[in-house]
């Protein structure tokens, strides 16, 4: 307790600075998850407080943050679709997913998997942030230019057909649901039928048409239209509010120029009275829990999301980790990855439970902390406090808030979320790969593949074939390398290992020796099969050293029995020369040693290897004959 107020005057001024560079992101997150603002609200405040207060980076401001909430508005728009487009019915299920999130990443910790998150391949991480960036900015194209698809009649009409018909089919699916058989109880269809009257096929196309138009294929889809349909007013506050963020840090970056934007831009279109649209109303009081999580849960419901929830609660990881990385080199401390994700799946847990957007590590809002003079969790605790006190005073303000701001601010974001780093790399990344007469880098075609996948069809499947794709790049690689490291030649073509120079060159003709370097493993066991041809006819004895391979898997294990059997079939008899424990241990497990290779015929050193040869190899060849007589 001492350590958490030891630091009080920094973690105080960290706190509320972070705090007010949260607040206007944490409204705009939320209203581009489809939630409204208040969700976005809530998440910064409970993600925030619990976060800092359970996790291992003493610095780290947690929330809503770019990367979580573009996953979140596919999932969040996948649910509300399922639930016949109402917010309100679809919301059990997409905070029970978010609540799911939380809880997988509390395992993830607790099992201790938060050291391996590193290991994401660098271009899996640059081609996303990447498509967020991009998945950003085009979907706040149509706020910012004030159009909303469900508003505009003439688009809205085109739907109606489509939705006179689902709302009947939906009739008679209820009535199939019921047991009721249309044909022998037509009085109940019919009476049912009224249902599908003119208000509630407006409805339906409205919400037809949102999802429509709804992504980034659905904007570039209804461009055109919202061109011709601009709300100038709208384009101008947007417009204005992403020149003051960018233009008012190169006058300081002491005040955050979100903020300044923020303010700036809702202040003179409240105080002249213009007529905007607001963003939607922040409820007033205290956030309540919504425990119809628990009361209406449905394992069914989010069965077809568990994956979904799982990749987010990865990327959540993957972002907060990622952080805290940022602030240790900052406060030139160490975090605790596995107690972070811990952290981070507490935090979103309870911001389920009330309605909050799913967050994670936020590296902008912990690095003005830290720079502010937060040292310890206080500072994390301290901006969830100001954020709840905004809420509680402010909330009917904020509400008048113009939307065309949010989405001003969100581009800014996006804009600011690519990577740019790994963009610049393109041209100078190796080529590594040559398809048809063109030589391509691997690197650039995954980072390319999943920026494209993940920014016009899926995140998590874009993130899913990155991964996959990389990893095969990668054994290719490993195993090319390792077949050039341990290429298979006689001791004449070899350059022998210096404890080799002693060997007997009267046995030379009857002794193949292979080095093995590097692990056997699957991406190297084509090369390792070849070795029974390369052997000359004359061998009779083969010593295989193994002094530099220290792993083997499963497809090394059973290359090495089929080569040992040929072997064996041959009359070849094979011997082991520094054998490390875990290939020994594998080949103890399926008993090629000791009914393939008896353990005599396993030396510690090349020396005790040599002494066997010399007393049981017999010079069968005479190298003087071999050499005038080669056949």
Not at 406 to 425: E, R, S, W
């Amino acid at each position: 307790m001492n350590n958490l107020f030891s630091n009080l005057k920094g973690d105080f001024f960290g706190g509320i600075t972070a705090g007010i560079v949260a607040l206007p992101l944490a409204l705009a997150f939320g209203v581009s998850s489809g939630l409204g603002p208040s969700a976005g609200l809530y998440g910064a405040i409970f993600i925030s407080f619990f976060a800092a207060l359970f996790g291992g980076t003493n610095t780290q401001i947690s929330g809503p943050t770019a990367p979580m909430t573009a996953v979140s508005m596919v999932i969040i728009a996948g649910i509300i679709a399922s639930h016949d487009g109402s917010v309100e019915k679809a919301l059990p299920s997409i905070l029970t997913v978010f609540l799911l999130t939380g809880l997988i990443q509390i395992g993830l910790g607790l099992i201790g998997l938060g050291k391996y998150i590193r290991y994401i391949p660098y271009p899996v991480v640059s081609g996303f942030m990447t498509a967020i960036g991009l998945i950003i900015i085009i979907t706040q194209i149509l706020p910012s230019l004030g159009y909303y698809p469900k508003e505009d009649s003439d688009f809205v009409d085109e739907y109606k057909p489509f939705a006179e018909e689902l709302i009947l089919e939906n009739i008679l699916r209820e009535e199939a649901g019921e047991g009721i058989l249309v044909l022998e109880d037509f009085e109940e269809t019919i009476k049912r039928s009224h249902e599908v009257n003119e208000p509630a096929i407006l409805e339906e196309a409205q919400t037809l048409a949102a999802a429509a138009s709804s992504g980034v294929i659905g904007t570039v889809r209804v461009l055109p239209r919202a061109f011709r349909n601009i709300k100038w007013l709208e384009l101008a506050l947007a417009a204005m509010t992403i020149v003051i963020i960018f233009g008012f840090k190169k006058i300081t970056t002491v005040i955050p120029s979100t903020l300044v934007g923020l303010i700036v831009v809702s202040g003179v279109a409240y105080g002249f009275n213009l007529d905007y649209r607001t963003i939607s109303q922040i409820p007033e009081g205290l956030p309540i829990p919504r425990l119809e999580i628990f009361t209406e849960f449905k394992l069914q419901s989010i069965t077809p999301y568990i994956f979904t929830a799982l990749a987010l609660a990865l990327l959540g990881a993957i972002d907060s980790l990622l952080t805290s990385v940022v602030a240790d080199n900052m406060t030139k401390t160490k975090h605790r990855p596995n107690k972070e994700l811990v952290g981070q799946g507490i935090g979103n847990s309870i911001a389920a439970i009330f309605a909050g957007l799913p967050g994670a590590g936020a590296t902008i809002r912990t690095v003005v902390n830290i720079n502010a003079g937060g040292k310890t969790k206080l500072s994390g605790m301290i901006a969830g406090v100001l954020l709840l006190l905004i809420l509680l005073t402010l909330g009917p303000v904020a509400s008048q808030i113009p939307a065309a701001v949010l989405a001003g601010i969100l581009i800014t974001v996006g804009i600011n979320v690519m990577d740019y780093k790994g963009l610049k790399a393109i041209p100078s990344l190796p080529k590594d790969i040559t398809l048809g007469p063109l030589k391509l880098s691997s690197e650039v075609i995954i980072m390319l593949v999943v920026m494209m996948l993940s920014t016009f069809w899926d995140l998590i499947y874009a993130v899913g074939i990155g991964l996959v794709f990389a990893s095969l790049m990668f054994m290719k690689k490993m195993g090319d390398l390792t077949a050039e490291r341990s290429d298979v030649k006689s001791l004449e073509k070899e350059k022998a290992w210096e404890d080799e120079s002693d060997f007997p060159k009267n046995l030379r003709e009857e002794v193949f020796i292979k080095h093995l370097k590097g692990p056997l493993f699957f991406g190297s066991t084509s090369d390792f099969q070849v070795l029974a041809e390369q052997i000359p006819t004359t061998a009779s004895t083969v010593i295989i050293r193994m002094d530099l391979m220290h792993y083997m898997d499963q497809s090394g294990l059973y290359a090495l029995e089929d080569v040992l059997i040929d072997l064996r079939k041959s009359g070849i008899n094979v011997l082991f020369v520094d054998v490390p424990p875990q290939p020994r241990y594998m080949m103890e497990r399926v008993d090629i040693v000791p009914d393939l290779i008896p353990t005599e015929h396993i030396f510690a050193t090349f020396e005790d290897c040599l002494v066997w040869v010399k007393e049981n190899v017999v010079d069968v060849y005479d190298s003087t004959t071999l050499v005038n007589n080669p056949n």
